[in-house]
């Protein structure tokens, strides 16, 4: 048994991610850590913050509610606004063995990436080095990329996407389906992706881990890159 710290952001694709996962790991202690804001608070253009909202209504969905899969797995919800001040007790109190992140909102520091006996890892909805930062299927649909995927990796500093990769997940660009139902449809085979490593996790922890290369880094979209998208026949949601 390995006692994981699950980290996640309360939207659509984690929920999903997490009924399929709590599922898959109900031989281990899970504890649920979920992040209140993500990033910093910044005006956006109208069509982001709409999609926000539509991403955070998840309670219609099928599955378990956040609260539900918690007491599932015998534990509960953490509200975490600092995981590098002052709710690193919250996970220190835990003691994992392992940090999962699944679009946590927050970046992990050094101090607390080490409260973690094996480590921490992230999975996130795209192909690394490429596509490092925020909305990556976004701008993977806006370049004309054939395919999306995720990129199951370890944080072992505070820079964003920058760990060595344990697996990358690939499917074809889904014609007819809006960037939303896209990025939904990473999240089964990426939750595959979490149980395999999991399989040979202690191994895993003890390799050397080297950053990536630079690859690109992307920031949330501009008002011309929306239109841009738009224009290509695509949609938010």
């Not at 952001?9 to 996962?21: E, F, G, Q």
């Not at 003691?95 to 050094?110: H, M, T």
């Not at 909805?125 to 370049?143: Q, R």
Request: glycine share 6%; proline share 3%; charged share 25%.
């Amino acid at each position: 048994m390995v006692r994981i710290a699950l980290f996640y952001n309360r939207d659509i694709y984690a929920h999903l991610a997490l009924n399929l996962l709590t599922l898959k790991l109900s031989e281990h202690s899970l504890g649920f850590f979920y992040s209140e804001h993500v990033g910093t608070k910044v005006e956006r253009d109208n069509r982001l913050q709409k999609l926000a909202e539509f991403e955070k209504s998840f309670d219609t969905l099928p599955g378990n509610s956040f609260e539900q899969l918690a007491k599932s797995a015998n534990s509960f919800e953490n509200a975490i606004t600092d995981i590098n001040g002052v709710d690193a007790e919250k996970l220190t109190d835990f003691k994992p063995d392992l940090v999962v992140s699944i679009r946590f909102g927050q970046i992990f520091q050094a101090s607390t990436i080490s409260i973690s006996r094996l480590g921490v890892i992230n999975l996130h909805s795209g192909l690394l080095p490429d596509y490092k930062g925020v909305m990556a299927s976004f701008w993977s649909l806006l370049n004309g990329a054939s395919e999306l995927g995720t990129t199951l990796h370890w944080i072992t500093d505070n820079k964003i996407d920058s760990g060595e990769i344990i697996s990358r997940c690939t499917q074809p660009v889904r014609h007819g389906l809006t960037y939303s139902q896209q990025v939904r449809a990473l999240y089964e085979p990426g939750v595959e992706q979490i149980v395999r490593a999991l399989g040979d996790i202690e191994s895993l922890a003890k390799r050397q881990k080297k950053n990536l290369p630079d690859g690109h880094y992307y920031s949330f979209p501009e008002p011309k890159h929306l239109d841009a998208f738009e224009e290509s026949g695509w949609k938010l949601y």
